[in-house]
């Protein structure tokens, strides 16, 4: 008995390490220490990784509001007055942040070279207010605007002395969430930040809207 018993574990052994690419484990190790092993789906990967922390809330929607609209406008020198190209940007900056009642966004302004510090930083936050002012005509909460901030000329995109309208600008940012919802992504991250696929789970199909009924 002892000697078909001492075969068998032998036997194991030699086709478990014959097998190319094998990866062995202890099962002394705590239960759920190996969180994901690539098997669980994108869809509750991403739920674990958010949940432990190892993504960050403000992160993934400040990179979805950067690829979805454009973040930065532009002002002529010498000016904070908003052109009609600069209101349209805004316009569609105002769409994407009424998704998101949860979110505070900050606009920092900055200026070019031309002039003194002193003057660039008052007129890069006069640029920043002016985009304060158009998003809350546009329904945006003013008090999820209420950082507004100035670099003045300390942060150009091009590097010149001259007079350059790229540097002339305004950046919109997600910043964070507001103070009276301080859980408010506490186990409902997909509900946040993939609503309209949520809701569209709710609407009516086209069946039901396209089928009547006699009463």
């Known amino acids: 008995m002892k000697k078909s018993l001492l075969l068998l574990a032998t036997l194991t052994v030699g086709a478990c390490s014959s097998a190319p690419g094998t990866v062995y484990r202890s099962y002394f190790s705590e ?14 990967m991403q739920n674990t990784q958010v949940m432990s922390g190892e993504r960050a809330y403000v992160f993934d929607l400040s990179n979805r509001f950067a690829q979805e609209v454009l973040t930065t406008v532009n002002f002529a020198f010498n000016s904070a007055q908003l052109d009609a190209g600069a209101r349209d940007t805004l316009r569609e900056q105002a769409a994407w942040i009424r998704q998101f009642p949860e979110v505070h966004f900050k606009v920092y302004g900055h200026a070019d070279a031309v002039g003194s510090d002193g003057y ?38 091009i590097v010149t002395q001259g007079r350059e309208r790229r540097n002339r600008r305004t950046v ?14 506490d186990g409902k991250y997909a509900e946040v930040v993939y609503r309209e696929y949520v809701e569209s789970a709710t609407a009516p199909s086209y069946w039901q809207r396209t089928t009547k009924t006699d009463e």
Do not use: C, W, Y
């Not at 239960?31 to 509750?44: E, P, Q, T």
């Not at 008052?122 to 950082?147: C, K, W």
């Open 31 to 44: 239960a759920g220490a190996l969180v994901d092993g690539g098997n669980f789906g994108n869809a509750n």
């Open 120 to 157: 660039n930083k008052r007129i890069g936050l006069q640029r920043a207010n002016a985009v304060v002012d158009f998003l809350t005509s546009q329904g945006v909460g003013r008090d999820r605007l209420e950082a507004v901030v100035s670099f003045g000329e300390t942060q150009p995109l």
């Open 172 to 185: 919109t940012e997600v910043s964070g969430f507001i103070r009276s919802h301080p859980i408010i992504m």
